[in-house]
């Protein structure tokens, strides 16, 4: 395809479909649930999966509110609470979203007792998405009077289940899986969070300090982006990312490049930060899911980001996605990486994830 063509394919494109307000990926979370995790948990251990293994209560299916699982772990380094040795962690509710966890894996827990979750559920401040519908501290809305009857023995049911046992606190990074080689950083993350914590009581600065160096570490800059997101988002203008945090952010980033589905929530922080480096890094991840088997689908989202950084005009990701579909889109892209002068350094080398 010749220089210019490629904008001639995509205002054919424009031409052909409804107007629409651009496409943006929706992010939910609560305010840093990483922090709040690392806070919650009465212990923070590095471990080895060992087993999955069915409850008996599953297999009873007594309904209570038990495990569907339980991981017998070894514990390599207990970086919080007590020194644990070998434990047995009941999986309920699912942690994290993503494959089930499997024998072999490294991993980092963040965990607490039943005893705990009991204790929050009598004060009222469990989150109602981690509980069973009759457990205590639920809104399950209005009740009948049978069911209303039926509550406290069913309370009573459900602390029973909990008692004596080791559970992931809630939040969705209370389980990590871990390459080798992140062990040090994410390491060296938890232990200061956890002094900070103790110190009576962290400044603001000092939490965002944290965080941003979080997000700045490929080990924990999935869940960290999304904290920081979420503080943008519903706190607009106060939360931005200052420029010599966007700067570390892409820094990280640039070092060592991720190829998931977050890539757009980081090209999204970074709005207004301006960096060749970081455009090259983000056009090679580009360049290696255009080259996969299959295209991954947060690929438009991410050309969308990238052309939208260079200065034309932001058509949503659809025309993108469109492309995708049909595959025209590793046509496309060459052309319009030229038209927009993005630099290339080849695709990365990288595992695409999120497809």
């Given at each position: 395809?010749?220089?210019?063509?490629?904008?001639?394919?995509?205002?054919?494109a424009?031409?052909?479909?409804?107007?629409?307000?651009?496409?943006?990926?929706?992010?939910?979370?609560?305010?840093?649930?990483?922090?709040?995790?690392?806070?919650?948990?009465?212990?923070?251990?590095?471990?080895?999966?060992?087993?999955?293994?069915?409850?008996?209560?599953?297999?009873e299916?007594?309904?209570?509110?038990?495990?569907?699982?339980?991981?017998?772990?070894?514990?390599?380094?207990?970086?919080k609470?007590s020194?644990?040795?070998?434990?047995r962690?009941?999986?309920?509710?699912?942690?994290?979203?993503?494959?089930?966890?499997?024998?072999?894996?490294?991993?980092?827990?963040?965990?607490?007792?039943?005893?705990?979750?009991?204790?929050?559920?009598?004060?009222?401040?469990?989150p109602?998405?981690?509980?069973?519908?009759s457990?205590?501290?639920?809104?399950?809305?209005?009740?009948?009077?049978?069911?209303?009857?039926?509550?406290?023995?069913?309370?009573?049911?459900?602390?029973?289940?909990?008692?004596?046992?080791?559970?992931?606190?809630?939040?969705?990074?209370?389980?990590?899986?871990?390459?080798?080689r992140?062990?040090?950083?994410?390491?060296?993350?938890?232990?200061?969070?956890?002094?900070?914590?103790?110190?009576?009581?962290?400044?603001?600065a000092?939490?965002r300090?944290?965080?941003?160096s979080?997000?700045?570490?490929?080990?924990?800059?999935?869940?960290?982006?999304?904290?920081?997101?979420?503080?943008?988002?519903?706190?607009?203008?106060?939360?931005?990312?200052?420029?010599?945090?966007?700067?570390?952010?892409?820094?990280?980033?640039?070092?060592?490049?991720a190829?998931?589905?977050?890539?757009?929530?980081?090209?999204?922080?970074?709005?207004?930060y301006e960096?060749?480096?970081?455009?090259?890094?983000?056009?090679?991840?580009?360049?290696?899911?255009?080259?996969?088997?299959?295209?991954?689908r947060?690929i438009?989202?991410?050309?969308?980001?990238?052309?939208?950084?260079?200065?034309?005009?932001?058509?949503?990701?659809?025309?993108?996605?469109?492309?995708?579909?049909a595959?025209?889109?590793?046509?496309?892209?060459?052309a319009?990486?030229?038209?927009?002068?993005?630099?290339?350094?080849?695709?990365?080398?990288v595992?695409?994830?999120?497809?």
């Amino acid at each position: 395809m010749n220089r210019g063509r490629a904008l001639t394919a995509l205002f054919a494109a424009v031409l052909t479909l409804d107007a629409s307000p651009p496409v943006s990926a929706c992010v939910v979370s609560l305010r840093t649930p990483f922090w709040s995790a690392i806070d919650r948990a009465e212990w923070i251990v590095l471990a080895r999966i060992e087993a999955i293994e069915k409850s008996a209560e599953t297999e009873e299916g007594s309904g209570n509110g038990a495990a569907d699982a339980v991981a017998a772990v070894s514990v390599l380094e207990t970086w919080k609470g007590s020194r644990l040795r070998d434990a047995r962690v009941d999986l309920s509710p699912r942690p994290f979203p993503g494959a089930p966890l499997s024998a072999g894996e490294l991993v980092v827990m963040f965990l607490e007792s039943g005893e705990a979750s009991i204790r929050r559920t009598r004060g009222g401040d469990e989150p109602a998405s981690i509980v069973s519908v009759s457990a205590p501290g639920t809104d399950t809305g209005s009740e009948t009077e049978e069911e209303s009857a039926a509550a406290p023995e069913s309370r009573r049911q459900w602390e029973a289940s909990r008692r004596g046992r080791l559970f992931p606190v809630w939040a969705p990074s209370s389980i990590f899986r871990l390459d080798e080689r992140e062990v040090g950083s994410f390491r060296d993350l938890v232990s200061t969070a956890v002094s900070l914590q103790g110190s009576g009581g962290p400044s603001e600065a000092n939490r965002r300090e944290w965080l941003v160096s979080a997000a700045s570490e490929p080990s924990a800059r999935g869940i960290a982006l999304k904290d920081l997101a979420a503080e943008t988002e519903t706190s607009g203008a106060s939360a931005a990312l200052a420029p010599s945090e966007a700067q570390r952010i892409a820094r990280g980033f640039i070092r060592a490049p991720a190829a998931d589905g977050l890539l757009p929530v980081l090209l999204r922080l970074l709005s207004g930060y301006e960096d060749a480096a970081l455009d090259a890094a983000v056009v090679s991840v580009i360049e290696a899911g255009l080259a996969a088997p299959e295209v991954p689908r947060w690929i438009p989202e991410v050309i969308r980001q990238i052309v939208v950084r260079s200065g034309w005009r932001d058509w949503g990701a659809a025309i993108w996605e469109r492309h995708r579909a049909a595959g025209t889109l590793t046509s496309l892209w060459p052309a319009v990486a030229r038209d927009l002068g993005l630099p290339s350094t080849g695709p990365a080398r990288v595992r695409l994830e999120g497809n």
